[in-house]
């Protein structure tokens, strides 16, 4: 398996991969670097859920691959309803791909699996960066709150209830949300992915649900990982506070963590020139 | 009780108040403010090792109150070796004071003693700022690290042992703790408090392992304080790391956190205009 020859995001073509587990792997990969950095999508995102803009600034220094996760978008199969279930489908699908080792960038839901792979499947992984993220366990996060769900929840969703979670209620972040929203849905014409299903919305609810039980103990679990992370969060993101990521990285070892101002739930997007420098710079660090 | 007329830390007369649990505590009190800010010193410290120029700063904005605890430099007593009976020893002074109601200002063990009377006495607290902070139990903080308590904890310490564990190994941070140093070494030359004892120090010594004693399950304490609180650290602090105000941050339910840069266990000295900056917009703050 080799990265596409095109470098920008909005042209990588939808690939496929049969994997062990019987599942087609719908996937994107372009540029090039030893360690590949797979993405793991937000919830209820697909493949165009990614901005252009920053996959575009990843690849300037790595291969990126993004795909769906099982039952996602044009993947096959049905979703699970657990972060567990979703970490072994992610890791068949990076043996599919024959993958030795790999860096992860996980966003929100694909956080929470970054850190079931690096629980289960250590080797696998060099570096992690979870973006939008908090530990399984943690006071104050079963279910998200009702202007959020409600926004980005509902059957049928709108750009401005995407805007609202996504963007600070400022002229600048909203701005560069309709700009993000603007690279996201409109930037490629061709080839787009399937939109992803009410089943998924669903399983992705009841997993989220499950990873927010109120459990002390299981703020422990991340104590197993040992390998370098970086923490990355918006400083007004309502659907998972900040607070989980102060927590996440004084419970992880060996941690960096980055609060972006004036930002919320995408500050990824908003920033992706400076979050993806500061992802490399992560990346490249000497161990 | 009022406050000195004066505005000056190093002009400020040592008073002493006798309370009900029988110590003679020596302490000074300048600024004015409806809620007085009480501070609580770090290990070793007495009176004289507050910057200056910190309280300075401070009390442009506020009645700030400096005190020894039980058994400390001029207050009378036997130095306890537990947080929970320094707490209690400050309430006292708290309560010979006649003060309704404090902020708190607890600076390394001082801010664990913080942590304590919020827990032991919240009624008694507005607001509480935690420098240099970790919370009990936390994994990896049993005792300091060689090289600090080598040069901090030893019979005699000295300026250079200080600065090694107080300012980053940078110029810049240098510089700033070689300022500090001149500031509360040199800058009072009469009413000098008295030295700490051996004593003092092995006691309190006592009480940071305890506290650092690794039990998971008592992270769990912090988040009974519902009270604001103001987390701040240097990022290089090798006596207590950043990562445990993280934590501290994330546990709390109702904290702001800063990490200043190039900075180490002392960087509200280093950055004492900027620290008493953060920490008036903070007690200002709307609830």
């Given at each position: 398996?080799?990265a596409?020859?095109?470098?920008?995001?909005?042209?990588?073509?939808?690939?496929?991969?049969?994997a062990?587990?019987?599942?087609?792997?719908?996937?994107r990969?372009?540029?090039?670097?030893?360690?590949?950095?797979?993405l793991?999508?937000?919830?209820?995102?697909?493949?165009?859920?990614?901005?252009?803009?920053?996959?575009?600034?990843?690849?300037?220094?790595c291969?990126?691959?993004?795909?769906?996760?099982?039952?996602?978008?044009?993947?096959?199969?049905?979703?699970?309803s657990?972060?567990?279930?979703?970490?072994?489908d992610a890791?068949?699908?990076i043996?599919?791909?024959?993958?030795?080792q790999?860096?992860?960038?996980?966003?929100?839901?694909?956080?929470f699996?970054a850190?079931?792979?690096?629980?289960?499947?250590p080797?696998?992984?060099q570096r992690?960066?979870?973006?939008?993220s908090?530990?399984?366990?943690?006071?104050?996060?079963?279910?998200?709150?009702?202007?959020?769900?409600?926004?980005?929840?509902?059957?049928?969703?709108s750009?401005?209830?995407?805007?609202?979670?996504?963007?600070?209620?400022?002229?600048?972040?909203?701005?560069?949300?309709q700009?993000?929203?603007?690279?996201?849905?409109?930037?490629?014409?061709?080839?787009?992915?399937?939109?992803?299903?009410?089943?998924?919305?669903?399983?992705?609810?009841?997993?989220?649900?499950?990873?927010?039980?109120?459990?002390?103990?299981l703020?422990q679990?991340?104590?197993?990982?040992?390998?370098?992370?970086?923490?990355?969060?918006?400083?007004?993101?309502?659907?998972?506070?900040?607070?989980?990521?102060?927590?996440?990285?004084?419970?992880?070892p060996?941690a960096?963590?980055?609060?972006?101002?004036?930002s919320?739930?995408?500050?990824?997007f908003?920033?992706?020139?400076?979050?993806?420098?500061?992802?490399?710079?992560?990346l490249?660090?000497?161990?």
């Amino acid at each position: 398996m080799s990265a596409t020859a095109t470098s920008r995001y909005t042209d990588a073509t939808t690939q496929r991969v049969m994997a062990g587990n019987g599942i087609e792997y719908a996937y994107r990969d372009l540029g090039e670097s030893d360690v590949p950095l797979v993405l793991l999508q937000h919830f209820r995102g697909n493949l165009d859920n990614w901005d252009p803009a920053l996959v575009d600034a990843l690849v300037t220094d790595c291969r990126v691959v993004a795909f769906d996760n099982t039952g996602v978008g044009a993947t096959t199969g049905t979703t699970p309803s657990t972060i567990e279930a979703m970490a072994h489908d992610a890791i068949a699908f990076i043996e599919a791909m024959e993958f030795q080792q790999v860096d992860l960038l996980g966003f929100s839901i694909g956080s929470f699996v970054a850190q079931e792979i690096a629980l289960v499947r250590p080797d696998l992984l060099q570096r992690v960066v979870l973006a939008s993220s908090a530990p399984q366990g943690a006071e104050g996060m079963h279910g998200w709150a009702p202007e959020v769900i409600g926004a980005v929840g509902a059957p049928e969703t709108s750009p401005e209830g995407y805007i609202s979670v996504f963007f600070a209620p400022t002229d600048t972040s909203r701005g560069a949300g309709q700009q993000a929203a603007g690279r996201i849905f409109g930037g490629r014409t061709s080839d787009r992915d399937e939109p992803t299903t009410w089943q998924t919305r669903q399983a992705q609810y009841d997993a989220v649900c499950a990873w927010g039980i109120p459990n002390h103990s299981l703020l422990q679990r991340v104590a197993a990982i040992d390998l370098p992370v970086f923490v990355a969060n918006g400083d007004r993101d309502p659907m998972i506070l900040p607070r989980y990521s102060h927590l996440l990285a004084g419970l992880l070892p060996d941690a960096r963590l980055k609060i972006y101002p004036d930002s919320a739930h995408g500050f990824l997007f908003q920033y992706h020139e400076e979050f993806a420098a500061d992802v490399h710079s992560f990346l490249e660090e000497a161990d």
